[in-house]
C-alpha cells in the first residue's frame, strides 16, 4: 500500500503512530517488514528492466536498476498522479485553473501527499486545517443548517418573465425562512440566495446559476435578484468555451437556498511566542535528491509566529504532514498551516525507458482523453452523442500513432489509430 511505501521512505514515523496493528491490536508499525516486500518488488522491477535492457534494440535505450527507495518513490508518484486525476475532472473540465486555487488538504494522509500534488497541478498554496484528519466530524458540527425549495417553470429568461420569476422566488425564500425558524433559527441568522436552472433552447445541458456577482442595475435586462443571463453566459463560456447568443435561454427551475448561521464560533487567535519552533527530533527521509536529513516538530508545541523550512515533518496525534524541500510552512493565527509551493526539482525526460514516467504520463494523457469525451457529451445536440455516446476520443502522435484513448465506445478502439493513419497519408 501507499502506507508501506511511505513507511520505507521514512516519511511516517512508528514512534509517533497509533499502536493498532497486528492479532493482538496493540503493535506498531512494522517498518522492516515493509521494506523487505518492497526489496522483492524491486527485485522482480529490475529483471524485468535487465530483460529490456537485453533485449532493446538501442543501446543505452534502457532504464538502470532501481533502490527500494526508488521502487517505493515510484509507487508514491504514480498514486500522486491517481489523485490529480479526478481533480483536473472537477476543475479544468469545467474550466478551472488549478493554478489559480489554493489546495484545501484533509485526512489522516492527505498531508503526506499534499505538497506533491499541488506541485502536480501547478497550485502555489496548501492549506491544512489544525484538525484536518476529523475534519468531516469537526465541519458538520459547525455547519451552517440549509433548506432548499425548488420548483419547475419551463419559461423564457426575457423582460415578460421576470415578473413571474421574482413573485417565484419570494415566494420560495419565505418557505425558506419559515422552514429554518421553525428549527429555532432566527431572522437575523438566516440569508437566502436565489438559482435559476437555465438552458439554451433547443438543449439539454442545464447550469444552475446563482446571480451572486451579477447585480441588477437600472438599465440591465434582468430580474430584479440579479442578471442572470450575464451569469449563465459567463459560465457557459467558462466550461465550453462558446455561447449561442441567437438562441433564447429557458429557465427550467427555480430554487432558493436559505442558510442559518450555527453562530458557534469555536477558533481563539494564538499568541506569538517569540522564539522559534523547536525541533522534537531528525530523521532520515527519502527524496528525489536521495536522503535527507529531516526535522521533526510536534504541531502543539508550534506558535503563529514559526516558519517550517522543508524537508520537515509536522506531527499532529492524528495525522502526519510532509513538508517537503523546496516548500516552506507557516503556523496561521489559528494554529492552521499555510504552505507555500516552490518549482520544486526538473525531471529530465529523456529517450531512456522509465515505467515511472511512464505511468504519470499515461495517466495525464488519458485525463486529457477523459475530459475531452465529457466536453462533447454536454455540449452536444445529437441525441447519438449525447444519449448513446456513439463517439471517441484519442490522443495521437505527429503519425498516427495512437497515445490515449478513453474508453467511451468499445468498437471504436482497434480502428482508430488505423483511420488517422490513412487520413495523413492519403
Known amino acids: 500500500t501507499i502506507t508501506d511505501a511511505n513507511l520505507c521512505l521514512g516519511r511516517l514515523l512508528p514512534d509517533y503512530?497509533?499502536?493498532?496493528?497486528?492479532?493482538?491490536?496493540?503493535?506498531?508499525?512494522?517498518?522492516?517488514?515493509?521494506?523487505?516486500?518492497?526489496?522483492?518488488?524491486?527485485e522482480q522491477v529490475n529483471t524485468f528492466l535487465r530483460d529490456q535492457s537485453e533485449g532493446g534494440e538501442e543501446k543505452g535505450s534502457g532504464q538502470s536498476q532501481m533502490t527500494v527507495e526508488e521502487v517505493a518513490l515510484g509507487f508514491v508518484r504514480v498514486a500522486n498522479e491517481s489523485m490529480c486525476r479526478p481533480i483536473r475532472a472537477l476543475t479544468q473540465a469545467k474550466g478551472h485553473d488549478t493554478s489559480r486555487h489554493i489546495l484545501a488538504c484533509f485526512g489522516g494522509a492527505g498531508g503526506q501527499h499534499a505538497c506533491a500534488i499541488a506541485r502536480s497541478l501547478g497550485m502555489k498554496t496548501v492549506f491544512i486545517h489544525k484538525y484536518s484528519s476529523i475534519l468531516s466530524a469537526y465541519g458538520m458540527a459547525l455547519a451552517d443548517v440549509v433548506h432548499e425549495a425548488q420548483e419547475p417553470c419551463s419559461a423564457v429568461y426575457e423582460a415578460e418573465s421576470y415578473s413571474l420569476l421574482d413573485d417565484r422566488v419570494a415566494v420560495l425564500e419565505e418557505q425558506c425562512v419559515a422552514a429554518l425558524c421553525a428549527q429555532g433559527f432566527h431572522r437575523c441568522q438566516i440569508s437566502t440566495e436565489a438559482f435559476l436552472h437555465l438552458r439554451y433552447d433547443r438543449t439539454d445541458c442545464a447550469l444552475m446559476c446563482s446571480a451572486n456577482g451579477y447585480p441588477t442595475h437600472q438599465d440591465s435586462d434582468s430580474c430584479r435578484y440579479g442578471d442572470f443571463r450575464a451569469a449563465f453566459t459567463s459560465r457557459y463560456m467558462k466550461e465550453f468555451g462558446f455561447v449561442i447568443p441567437e438562441r433564447p435561454i429557458i429557465v427550467d427551475d427555480i430554487r432558493v437556498r436559505g442558510s442559518a448561521k450555527s453562530g458557534i464560533h469555536s477558533e481563539e487567535k494564538m499568541k506569538p511566542s517569540g522564539r522559534e519552533a523547536g525541533v522534537e527530533t531528525v530523521v532520515k527521509c527519502y527524496f528525489d535528491?536521495?536522503?535527507?536529513?529531516?526535522?521533526?516538530?510536534?504541531?502543539?508545541?508550534?506558535?503563529?509566529?514559526?516558519?517550517?523550512?522543508?524537508?520537515?515533518?509536522?506531527?499532529?496525534?492524528?495525522?502526519?504532514?510532509?513538508?517537503?524541500?523546496?516548500?516552506?510552512?507557516?503556523?496561521?493565527?489559528?494554529?492552521?498551516?499555510?504552505?507555500?509551493?516552490?518549482?520544486?526539482?526538473?525531471?529530465?525526460?529523456?529517450?531512456?525507458?522509465?515505467?515511472?514516467?511512464?505511468?504519470?504520463?499515461?495517466?495525464?494523457?488519458?485525463s486529457i482523453a477523459e475530459q475531452m469525451g465529457r466536453i462533447l457529451q454536454r455540449t452536444a445536440i445529437s441525441t447519438n452523442i449525447k444519449e448513446r455516446l456513439d463517439f471517441s476520443c484519442a490522443l495521437f502522435g505527429p503519425a498516427g500513432g495512437l497515445v490515449s484513448n478513453a474508453p467511451h465506445i468499445p468498437v471504436h478502439l482497434g480502428a482508430m489509430q488505423e483511420t488517422v493513419q490513412f487520413q495523413i497519408n492519403h
Open 17 to 42: 503512530f497509533p499502536k493498532i496493528f497486528g492479532a493482538t491490536e496493540d503493535q506498531p508499525l512494522w517498518r522492516e517488514g515493509a521494506l523487505e516486500e518492497f526489496q522483492k518488488v524491486a
Open 289 to 366: 535528491d536521495g536522503y535527507l536529513d529531516t526535522p521533526v516538530y510536534l504541531l502543539e508545541e508550534l506558535s503563529c509566529d514559526n516558519t517550517i523550512p522543508g524537508p520537515a515533518i509536522i506531527i499532529d496525534k492524528n495525522s502526519t504532514i510532509l513538508i517537503e524541500p523546496d516548500c516552506t510552512a507557516d503556523i496561521t493565527q489559528h494554529g492552521d498551516i499555510k504552505i507555500t509551493i516552490g518549482s520544486g526539482k526538473v525531471h529530465a525526460i529523456g529517450p531512456k525507458l522509465d515505467t515511472i514516467q511512464l505511468s504519470i504520463f499515461s495517466h495525464r494523457f488519458m
